[in-house]
């Protein structure tokens, strides 16, 4: 079981990379065809991943159990981020990552309507505040890079995801954080390569930009092989709303971050629409906030006592 301090640094390297990542891919399609940029991270990405598997020695399970799971975390990767690649011809990085905020309630209704798990008023609320501030983003800003069919494509991707943290906690095949990512690399490739040939006629025919090509290994590197050890270890020792919880904290730097690298446009309207958002997600999480607080505080009276 990993340290308390070792998961809280796991946590926010996460957070850092997803909110980085999305003006990576940004950047990345910039000279690359959408889909290919999204083929090649993978690609580039398998070697890489089953390099690190050999050198740390870590065992790739191969029965069924194994392979149910790395196909359930497959789709955290090609099956989330093909809607988010395409979405990037209508969205700016910004708020890419602004939507995935809406990942926690994702898992919510998920959690409620799959699993049966109950939700709060409070829950409830918290989703209505979110959605009124996604309308606000989508509705009251006209000179924004927003278009709704980027805003359907989004709320695939992070459908798509929270379903995938469920599945994989429900597979439940505790394998080593380094083997799963590796697995779900694998079945990643290989659903690219059945994209491939529908993509051949755009095969890209020269070398893109430096900034191109950067930022592809960035999404190779660190959103690709990083973030996901990161990911699936976090997925083993942290409830799923705790981990959704990171997609909270990623908007708001993600904003910055376009706004201070790629000129993205931070309007009012923006601001007051993510702020509507992130205070949604607020007092969605906060009766777990307050629990997880109590909880802390009980240990640390026993432990002193």
């Known amino acids: 079981m990993p340290s308390k301090t070792n998961i809280m640094m796991t946590y926010a390297g996460l957070v850092f990379i997803w909110a980085t990542t999305p003006l990576a891919i940004v950047w990345s399609v910039s000279d690359l065809p959408v889909l290919w940029a999204l083929v090649l991270r993978f690609f580039l990405a398998l070697p890489m991943a089953v390099t690190l598997l050999l050198l740390f020695k870590v065992h790739f399970p191969c029965h069924a159990q194994a392979w149910h799971s790395y196909l359930a975390g497959s789709f955290s990767l090609i099956g989330s981020q093909i809607f988010t690649y395409i979405a990037t011809a209508y969205l700016s990085s910004g708020i890419i990552a602004l939507m995935f905020g809406l990942a926690p309630i994702m898992a919510g209704l998920i959690g409620r309507f799959v699993f049966q798990q109950h939700l709060a008023r409070l829950q409830w609320l ?17 000179t924004q890079h927003v278009h709704p069919v980027g805003i359907a494509l989004m709320l695939l991707s992070v459908l798509t995801y929270a379903m995938s943290i469920f599945w994989v906690k429900k597979v439940n095949a505790k394998i080593e954080p380094v083997a ?9 490739t290989l659903a690219a390569l059945c994209i491939v040939p529908f993509i051949w006629q755009d095969v890209p025919t020269a070398w893109p930009s430096l900034k191109s090509m950067a930022a592809l290994l960035y999404t190779v590197i660190m959103a690709s092989l990083i973030a996901m050890f990161c990911y699936f270890k976090l997925v083993q020792n942290i409830q799923a709303t705790t981990l959704s919880l990171t997609t909270v904290m990623t908007p708001m730097l993600a904003l910055l971050i376009g706004a201070l690298f790629n000129q993205e446009a931070l309007s ?7 702020s509507v958002l992130l205070l949604g997600l607020f007092l969605y999480f906060y009766r777990d906030l307050k629990a997880s607080r109590s909880l802390a505080q009980k240990i640390k009276s026993s432990s002193s006592s």
């Open 268 to 274: 009012m309207m923006v601001f007051v629409g993510a």
């Open 180 to 188: 799963q990512a590796t697995g779900s690399i694998l079945v990643s």
């Open 126 to 142: 918290g989703m209505l505040v979110s959605i009124t501030g996604l309308g606000i983003i989508c509705f009251g800003e006209e």
